[in-house]
């Protein structure tokens, strides 16, 4: 089963993967959940990471394929192995992730090149998620997490109407059913109520 969690900076992601893997633990014992994250998660990806998120780059496909090739090395190494196995994973971000930063969030790509990049993960036998729980959130609150954080990198220092076009960017993935099974998950409020809904659909999925 391969599970991933999506949503804006500052959504709360981190936080509920990782209750989202004790819950899950508890009930199928812990070697069978496997809790991953992108881009990184790999022998040697923090240096990729470190690129694709604080790299300086002119062209706007350069992040893109960075990503990419973070995912085929973590596909490769870390999800396809532990889906082989048969256990569950648990993934922070995946393709949704790069369709709504690097695609949707960019006004200038054009729709029929947008179409075709979506096609890519496909082409290239990325397997589609069992379930994406997109943890919805408006762009004020998100903002507000994030400065109470103190955390600035590169996404973000990109401002509010950025982060709006990645949340649109997410609801039209969603819309269209595009790379899986999408359950919207209103992620404002405390964790814990968060989580409740969380959990709510993940006891929907097994
Ligand atoms: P993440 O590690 O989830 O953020 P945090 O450090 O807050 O836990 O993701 C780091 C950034 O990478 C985030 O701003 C989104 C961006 N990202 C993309 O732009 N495209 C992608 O394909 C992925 C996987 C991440």
Known sequence: MFIVLEGIDGSGKTTQCGKLADFLSERFGRSS??????????????????LSLNGGFEDRWSR????MADRCEHLTRVILPALREGRVVICDRYTASTMAYQVFSDPGIPKKTAEFVSRLPGYLGMPVPDAVLLLD???????????ARGKRDFFETMGRDYF????????????????GRWM????????????KRIAGAALELF
Do not use: N
């Open 64 to 67: 893109f394929f960075l990503f």
């Open 164 to 179: 709006e076009r990645v949340r649109s960017g997410y609801l039209r993935q969603m819309e269209s059913a595009a790379g």
């Open 137 to 147: 959130i408006d762009v004020d609150t998100a903002e507000a997490r994030l400065a």
């Open 184 to 195: 919207r998950i209103d992620a404002s409020g405390a964790p814990e109520d968060v989580f």
């Open 33 to 50: 959940v496997m809790r991953t994250f992108e881009p990184g998660d790999w022998e040697g990806g923090g240096a990729l990471r470190d």
